[in-house]
Each structure stands twice: as structure tokens, then as C-alpha cells.
């Protein structure tokens, strides 16, 4: 549809269509994966956990019934249910690792040279694991979002120890699209079944290898 309402002149068409193609692939390859994959480390972590599956489950019957659809406004009341998103968004951030970022000057951070010239990637996975900021990091406990020292902390990239989206200027632009669909389609998933995993076996929360964190094949 882009190609064909904005054609530009011939000689144009080959970096033009290029450049589009590339920019559609990257819009697709960041969105698609990522949230299906958070989605069903989400759904996975909740099976292994039945008791804050029941939780969540309860919350929503409270706050919303079976009279209607959950939507949008009625997520704000779903507390519990925010946890178990940033909880996943914790253990299993979807890219591992920030964009590379070049030193455009020589800086001084905490103390150490960084010269001009030097890449950065940083290692969110890392730090969202890291002993020193988390009590029992591997461990789901979306409850450590309710109360205590870290309630305040947020996914937007305002807090460094929990930045699944990256932070800053280059962070990821379709964080605000991504926390809402998965709120609302976790919740109306809860909502309307009843899940189990099958002969309520425990699912293998192997990871595989590379950027983005995808269960292992069996
Ligand atoms: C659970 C869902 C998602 C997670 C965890 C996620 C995470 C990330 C992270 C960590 C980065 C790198 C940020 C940095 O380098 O500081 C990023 C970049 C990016 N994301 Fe996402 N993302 C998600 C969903 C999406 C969606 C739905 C879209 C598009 C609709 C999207 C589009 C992009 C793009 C275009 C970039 C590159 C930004 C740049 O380099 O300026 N992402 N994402």
C-alpha cells in the first residue's frame, strides 16, 4: 500500500524501495517476535506457577467479573497483574542486549576513561539477574513489585535495574504499544480460560541462545 500511494520518480526507486523494505523488516522483525515471545514466557512462568496464575485469575473476577470483556481502562486496577508483566519483562526481556552505542566524546563513568570511539552494548539481561539489586533474581516473584523498596520500579527506562526496552533516545519506540497489548491480552486470556499445562506437567523454561530470549525447541 506505501508503494503504491507514494511512488517517487524512477531513477529514486531503487534506494527509496530499498529503504522501505529495510525500515518495514526492522518494524516487523522488533515487534513480531518480541511480544509473542514475552507472551509466552508470560503464560509459561503463570503454568509453572499456578498459585499467581489463581491470583491474577481472582483479581480479575474482583475488579472486572464475567459480565463483560476486560479493557483498557479497567488495567490500572489489575495491580497484580502489572506485576506478573514487569516480573516476565525481569527474567526474560525479549532483547538481551541494547543497539551498540558509539562515544561520539571521551567521558568519565563511575570513575573509569571511556575514550571517544568506544562501543557500548549494554547487557539488560545482566543487570535484571544481577544478585546485588535483586533478592533471589531467578526466581518469579512478581510480589516484589507490590511493596518494599522496589514497588517504584517501572520498565519505561527511568529506572536502570529494570529496563527491558532499553532507555534514553534510542530506546525501543514501541514500548508503549508492547505493555498494552500484552496487559490486555494476558488479562482477556485469564478472563475467558481456564489453562493448565498438559497432565499438569512443568513447562522447560530453557533458553535458547542469542538476542532475543526465546524458549528452547523441545
Ligand atoms: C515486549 C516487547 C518489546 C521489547 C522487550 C523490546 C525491546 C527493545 C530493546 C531493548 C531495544 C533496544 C533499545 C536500545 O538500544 O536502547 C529495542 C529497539 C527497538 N524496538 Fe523494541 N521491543 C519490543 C517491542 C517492539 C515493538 C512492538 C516495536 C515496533 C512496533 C519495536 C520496535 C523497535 C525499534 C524500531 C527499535 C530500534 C530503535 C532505535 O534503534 O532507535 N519494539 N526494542
Redesign the pocket.
Given at each position: 500500500m506505501i508503494v503504491k500511494a507514494k511512488t517517487p520518480s524512477r531513477e529514486n526507486l531503487d534506494v527509496w524501495f530499498l529503504n522501505t523494505l529495510n525500515f518495514l523488516q526492522?518494524?516487523i522483525a522488533?515487534?513480531?517476535d518480541?511480544?509473542t515471545?514475552?507472551l509466552t514466557w508470560m503464560l509459561s512462568l503463570l503454568l509453572n506457577n499456578p498459585g499467581t496464575l489463581q491470583k491474577v485469575q481472582e483479581e480479575i473476577n474482583k475488579h472486572v467479573g464475567k459480565g463483560r470483556r476486560v479493557n483498557d481502562y479497567d488495567i490500572s486496577k489489575l495491580v497484580y497483574l502489572q506485576a506478573v508483566v514487569k516480573e516476565t519483562?525481569r527474567l526474560y526481556?525479549?532483547?538481551r542486549?541494547?543497539?551498540?552505542?558509539e562515544f561520539s566524546e571521551d567521558c568519565n563513568v563511575a570513575g573509569y576513561h571511556v575514550p571517544k570511539g568506544t562501543w557500548l552494548i549494554?547487557n539488560?539481561w545482566k543487570i535484571q539477574h544481577d544478585p546485588e539489586i535483586w533478592s533471589d533474581p531467578s526466581e518469579f516473584r512478581p510480589e516484589r513489585f507490590l511493596s518494599g523498596t522496589q514497588a517504584h520500579v517501572d520498565v519505561r527506562?527511568t529506572n536502570f535495574e529494570l529496563?527491558?526496552?532499553?532507555?534514553?533516545?534510542?530506546?525501543?519506540?514501541?514500548?508503549s504499544?508492547?505493555?498494552h497489548?500484552?496487559h490486555i491480552v494476558l488479562a482477556t486470556l485469564l478472563q475467558n480460560f481456564d489453562m493448565s499445562s498438559p497432565e499438569d506437567s512443568t513447562i522447560d523454561m530453557t533458553e535458547s541462545i542469542g538476542i532475543n530470549a526465546k524458549a528452547s525447541p523441545p
Amino acid at each position: 500500500m506505501i508503494v503504491k500511494a507514494k511512488t517517487p520518480s524512477r531513477e529514486n526507486l531503487d534506494v527509496w524501495f530499498l529503504n522501505t523494505l529495510n525500515f518495514l523488516q526492522d518494524i516487523i522483525a522488533s515487534s513480531v517476535d518480541t511480544i509473542t515471545v514475552t507472551l509466552t514466557w508470560m503464560l509459561s512462568l503463570l503454568l509453572n506457577n499456578p498459585g499467581t496464575l489463581q491470583k491474577v485469575q481472582e483479581e480479575i473476577n474482583k475488579h472486572v467479573g464475567k459480565g463483560r470483556r476486560v479493557n483498557d481502562y479497567d488495567i490500572s486496577k489489575l495491580v497484580y497483574l502489572q506485576a506478573v508483566v514487569k516480573e516476565t519483562l525481569r527474567l526474560y526481556p525479549a532483547a538481551r542486549l541494547t543497539a551498540p552505542r558509539e562515544f561520539s566524546e571521551d567521558c568519565n563513568v563511575a570513575g573509569y576513561h571511556v575514550p571517544k570511539g568506544t562501543w557500548l552494548i549494554v547487557n539488560i539481561w545482566k543487570i535484571q539477574h544481577d544478585p546485588e539489586i535483586w533478592s533471589d533474581p531467578s526466581e518469579f516473584r512478581p510480589e516484589r513489585f507490590l511493596s518494599g523498596t522496589q514497588a517504584h520500579v517501572d520498565v519505561r527506562g527511568t529506572n536502570f535495574e529494570l529496563m527491558p526496552f532499553g532507555a534514553g533516545r534510542r530506546s525501543c519506540p514501541g514500548f508503549s504499544f508492547s505493555l498494552h497489548m500484552l496487559h490486555i491480552v494476558l488479562a482477556t486470556l485469564l478472563q475467558n480460560f481456564d489453562m493448565s499445562s498438559p497432565e499438569d506437567s512443568t513447562i522447560d523454561m530453557t533458553e535458547s541462545i542469542g538476542i532475543n530470549a526465546k524458549a528452547s525447541p523441545p
